[in-house]
């Protein structure tokens, strides 16, 4: 398999990397950081949850700000997509203006009830309608199975059972299938085996997509090695922010200027403006009153292109 020339960089810092952030950032402050996300040429970005307020405070604007996000000038093309964890939550992203919905299960019993209180079964049960609906209403669905590669309170993961719940969600309609490392313990030769099976078991290479968190420093690693197996959709949260509340020691996603970074470096095209990336990065950390957690961003001033001065 070659490595593809193009990749789409999917952006979850806005979702992902707020929502375990002890503090809980104003609508106005969320809504400049999508802003500098787009016009540093990023156009799928995951804008926030249709979840309960209870379970995740930090994302209870969820209505006002994908209103606000989904407005006319607010970038038409731009994907936006919400995470919904049931119809409750489709209909409120329905009202507030959304076209693009996530859905999210695990490879983990224990992990999906802790997250929604759910087993899987029943998750997808869950699902089946929201994805239905959306599907009427001509969304791009995406379906993430969550602690693909190990969970934090059952620990190792099977790899049938990834692949059993990504066919069942690809039944149920999902665009995509996002198979995700939430406790950042994957490799690169468990990503090699895990898209060789679920490839084998019919599920096509560009409807994968993979979500790496770097808790181990393994992120970029394991993204090569998912480029090496032709997989051409990534997650990537500016200023590596992020995490899961609901799985102790879930730091950090991967950084998307470091993800950049190594993309530029290796003449892969996506779109994204690196510095563009910094100034996102930079204002989110301003915001949450950190320092970044990005190699790069903690570095700066290589252009991996050119290897002149970078910002
Ligand atoms: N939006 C807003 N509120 C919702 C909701 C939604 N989509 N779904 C349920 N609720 C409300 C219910 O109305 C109820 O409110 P009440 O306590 O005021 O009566 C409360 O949430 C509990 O609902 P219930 O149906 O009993 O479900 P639950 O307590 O088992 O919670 C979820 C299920 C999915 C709603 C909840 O676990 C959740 O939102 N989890 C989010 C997890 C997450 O975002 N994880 C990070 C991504 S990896
Ligand atoms: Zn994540």
Known sequence: MTIPRRVRIYEVG???????????????????YIALLRAAGLREIEATSFVSPKAMPQLADA????????????????RYPVLVPNERGMARAEAAGARAIAVFTAASDEFTRRNIGMTIDES???FEPVLRRAGELGWWRRA??????????TGRVGVERVIDISLRLAEL??????????????????????????????????RLAYHFH??????????????????????SSTGGTGGCPFAPGAAGNLATEDLVYMLDGMGISHGVDLAGVFAAARFIAAAL???????????????????????
């Open 14 to 32: 806005p979702r992902d990397g707020l929502q375990n952030e002890p503090s809980v950032l104003p609508t106005p402050t969320k809504l400049e």
């Open 63 to 78: 209505d006002e700000l994908m209103r606000a996000v989904a407005s006319p000038g607010a970038g038409g093309d731009v």
């Open 124 to 126: 997808l049960a869950a």
């Open 144 to 153: 993430y199975v969550s602690t693909a590669f190990g969970c934090p309170f």
């Open 173 to 206: 309609g999902a665009d995509e299938i996002c198979v995700g490392d939430t406790i950042g313990v994957g490799v690169p030769s468990q990503v090699h085996e895990l898209t060789g099976r679920l490839v084998d078991a019919g599920i096509e290479l560009d």
């Open 214 to 235: 770097d808790t181990r420093g393994t992120a970029l690693a394991n993204v090569l090695a998912g480029l090496e197996d032709g997989i051409s959709c990534f997650d």
């Open 289 to 311: 009153g950190r320092p970044l957690a990005s190699k790069v961003g903690q570095a700066g001033g290589w252009d991996p292109r050119t290897g002149g001065q970078l910002l």
